[in-house]
């Protein structure tokens, strides 16, 4: 499922006039919703790979981290052998989109992690997971996505996370009405704490795959 033909770029890019191949994005597959979203890049259009092994990562020129359960995907992720190539990629400029469980895995710094519970990095924030507690499991909110222009995102939270400290290198991209930051950007790198992959509202995947083009062709 995950093998694809690679098409090296001096061919593809090769006559002037031909449209270049469009660059690979990555979901991570090891736990969590990465359905959802291979259903939605695939749905704008983008040439989806399945990322289990170091190998596949080698392949992509993005990657989008799936909302299921940041501990486990973390310890996957080391036993699968993937997290090293994961990171080198991230430190190495390549595009990343982390939704929920994906925010906390793309964390600089994680708070209440379970013991021993690492994050890629690469966003320059501290994430409280499962912020909103007992009370307050799931809820759903309009928010404002200046990025993203009108109308407002319908947003999904569960079990959600939350930035609690926005470091000099990261840029909130949209807050709760009392001002918690809810999705952020640094460089090629995103997070968000809800779902855009669940609610039909695919402009927070169709930023991403513009930053992976724009990166991949050099722009
Ligand atoms: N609470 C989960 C975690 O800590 C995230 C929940 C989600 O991805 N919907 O990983």
Do not use: W
């Not at 400029?93 to 690492?118: E, K, N, S």
């Amino acid at each position: 499922m995950s093998r694809r033909l690679t098409v090296s770029p001096s061919v593809a890019g090769s006559a002037p006039g031909t449209p270049r191949s469009r660059p690979p994005v990555g979901v991570l597959a090891l736990q969590g919703d990465f359905r959802e979203h291979a259903a939605v890049l695939t749905s704008l259009g983008a040439d989806v790979v399945f990322v289990r092994r170091p190998e596949e990562v080698a392949q992509i020129s993005g990657l989008v981290i799936p909302g299921g359960e940041s501990s486990v995907i973390d310890k996957l992720a080391r036993s699968f052998g993937v997290a090293d190539a994961v990171v080198a990629r991230i430190r190495g400029g390549m595009p990343v989109y982390g939704t929920c469980a994906g925010l906390i895995l793309l964390a600089d710094r994680v708070q209440g992690g379970i013991r021993g519970q690492q994050s890629f990095g690469g966003l320059d924030v501290s994430v409280r997971r499962n912020a909103f507690g007992a009370q307050t499991e799931s809820f759903e909110a309009e928010l404002d996505v200046p990025v993203l222009g009108e109308p407002p995102m319908h947003a999904v939270f569960i079990r959600a996370p939350v930035v609690t400290e926005l470091g000099p290198k990261a840029t909130a991209l949209a807050s709760l009405g009392d001002g918690t930051v809810v999705a952020v950007q640094q460089g090629g790198v995103l997070g968000t704490s809800f779902h855009p992959e669940m609610t039909g509202d695919t402009r927070f995947h169709q930023y991403f795959l513009d930053t992976v083009t724009a990166r991949s062709s050099g722009g």
